[in-house]
């Protein structure tokens, strides 16, 4: 609800109107039905791909996304019907940020900087506005080699490029991430 509420009030802003959009859940349990077996699938970083599904695939802030579907055939139901949300990550927030001590001192030096961050996103033509460098494109797998392994059991329809990425900044309080 939150995410619609989010993208109806972008629409508003920008007086513009939906021509299509395309929503999938992933971190969920369904119940389904595969080779006769009643189950309940647990997609955890995953989402639904059943043949002709169209799903969304997020890049990195600098980088392209797609919109795919589900193909019918045995790799895709051997998955049961699942693909990637995205392309995950190489490494985890707290080695991108680094850590400190109570008094301010690195115990743990960070891998990613801000303008390690902004240079890439720059080079990108991205504007970006927030976003923490625990969300820059360097903690990420480059979306295309994820795609190319699961070739047998999707098709990419379109591909995006970002124009633009909000996000909340590094001193606001993410109650999701926090």
Same mark, same amino acid.
């Given at each position: 609800?939150?995410?619609?509420?989010?993208?109806?009030?972008?629409?508003?802003? !920008?007086?513009?109107?939906? !021509?299509?959009?395309? #929503?999938?859940? #992933?971190?969920? @349990?369904?119940? +389904?039905t595969?080779?006769?077996k009643d189950l309940w699938v647990v997609r955890k970083g995953a989402t639904p791909a059943f043949p002709g599904q169209r799903g969304f695939v997020g890049g990195t802030m600098g980088e392209t996304s797609v919109i795919l +579907?589900?193909?019918e055939n045995k790799e895709a139901s051997l998955s049961l019907y699942s693909t990637i949300h995205g392309a995950g990550r190489v490494?985890?927030?707290?080695e991108a940020m680094g850590k400190r001590d109570k008094t301010g001192e690195w115990?743990?030096?960070p891998k990613v900087t801000q +303008?390690?961050?902004? #240079?890439?996103?720059?080079? @990108?033509?991205? +504007?970006l506005r927030g976003g923490g460098v625990d969300e820059s494109p360097h903690c990420y797998k480059r979306l295309p080699e994820v795609l190319a392994e699961h070739s047998e059991?999707?098709?990419? !329809?379109?591909?995006?490029?970002?124009?633009?990425? @909000?996000?909340?900044?590094?001193?606001?309080?993410?109650?999701?991430?926090?």
């Open positions: 609800a939150g995410r619609d509420w989010v993208c109806d009030r972008v629409v508003k802003i !920008l007086g513009a109107r939906v !021509l299509d959009s395309v #929503h999938n859940h #992933h971190n969920f @349990a369904w119940r +389904e595969h080779n006769g +579907e589900g193909v490494m985890g927030r707290m115990t743990r030096q +303008e390690m961050m902004d #240079h890439w996103v720059s080079d @990108a033509r991205v +504007e059991s999707v098709r990419v !329809l379109h591909a995006l490029r970002p124009l633009g990425v @909000a996000m909340a900044g590094k001193d606001v309080y993410d109650p999701f991430k926090d």
